[in-house]
T-cell receptor, first 114, second 111 residues
């Protein structure tokens, strides 16, 4: 079965650079979520989109922005990168926005800021 | 979301049942109990969820007490691949998957 695809799987950037992470949800899923997991920490919710509109916002820094496109894929744009942005970034998708459904997570993008 | 309390770690022998408890004494009537797990550095994986009735799927069983203040996730025959951090999450029906991960149980399945 098709799963959530994230690219790239690994990314190394220097401080103050910009990074773009991509997420391709499971076919027909209309909702995507972004999570950040720092070293030794639990995943933290950043932001979500339903039908191309932002639906919920968590602890996402102002330096980050995200959007969901007409084909339902999503991109997380991160600017002025800091060392503390080094983390695993997970995307998840589900069907039906805020409905009572489970989320399926991708394998994540490991971002290292040097 | 209601607060949950889980033991920080548990061990289980391979082939035996793993019973993971979760306390959610402040749960309200419209809140569901969800279980996810995260195998080391992989994306979290949905396991099961329920409202008040016991639930079973191909991965696990979820037993919710009658007063709904606690629940137990049961992995009937634990394998080494079940070693992971297990998260019990309580959230309202209309909250989507804005999940709050925290305080999970690190289950170690040993041969």
């Amino acid at each position: 079965a098709a799963g959530v695809i994230q690219s790239p799987r690994h990314l190394i950037k220097e401080k103050r650079e910009t990074a773009t992470l991509k997420c391709y949800p499971i076919p027909r899923h209309d909702t995507v979520y972004w999570y950040q997991q720092g070293p030794g920490q639990d995943p933290q919710f950043l932001i979500s989109f339903y039908e191309k509109m932002q639906s919920d916002k968590g602890s996402i820094p102002d330096r980050f922005s995200a959007q969901q496109f007409s084909d339902y894929h999503s991109e997380l744009n991160m600017s002025s990168l800091e060392l503390g942005d080094s983390a695993l970034y997970f995307c998840a998708s589900s069907l039906g926005g805020r409905g009572n459904t489970e989320a399926f997570f991708g394998q994540g993008t490991r971002l290292t800021v040097v | 979301d209601a607060k949950t309390t889980q033991p920080p770690s548990m061990d289980c022998a391979e082939g035996r049942a793993a019973n993971l408890p979760c306390n959610h004494s402040t749960i309200s009537g419209n809140e569901y109990v969800y279980w996810y797990r995260q195998i080391h550095s992989q994306g979290p994986q949905y396991i099961i969820h329920g409202l008040k009735n016991n639930e079973t799927n191909e991965m696990a069983s979820l037993i919710i007490t009658e007063d709904r203040k606690s629940s137990t996730l049961i992995l009937p025959h634990a394998t080494l691949r079940d070693t992971a951090v297990y998260y019990c999450i309580v959230r309202p029906n209309n909250a989507g998957n804005m999940l709050t991960f925290g305080g999970g149980t690190r289950l170690m399945v040993k041969p």
